[in-house]
């Protein structure tokens, strides 16, 4: 899922859509590092496709990593 997540920030081109990659790839450093509420972030950003692609199967891995270390929102 990392390797998958930083291939789709490198792709963003505009300044806005630079905006979000930025705060994307923070976010995916932080769920490097085992940050739950980055995990999750990266699971909801997949499932409604905000700054990466839409794919419910990543969704699901990023919200499984996320509730592995007990994060209970969702």
Do not use: C, I
Request: proline content about 1%; cysteine-free.
């Amino acid at each position: 899922a990392y390797h998958q997540a930083r291939s789709h920030v490198r792709q963003a081109g505009s300044f806005a859509q630079g905006v979000v990659a930025r705060h994307v790839q923070e976010t995916l450093e932080r769920a490097e590092m085992g940050d739950r509420e980055a995990l999750f972030e990266m699971g909801e950003r997949y499932y409604e496709g905000r700054g990466v692609p839409q794919d419910y199967q990543l969704a699901v891995t990023w919200f499984r990593q996320a509730a592995e270390l007990n994060h209970l929102k969702g």
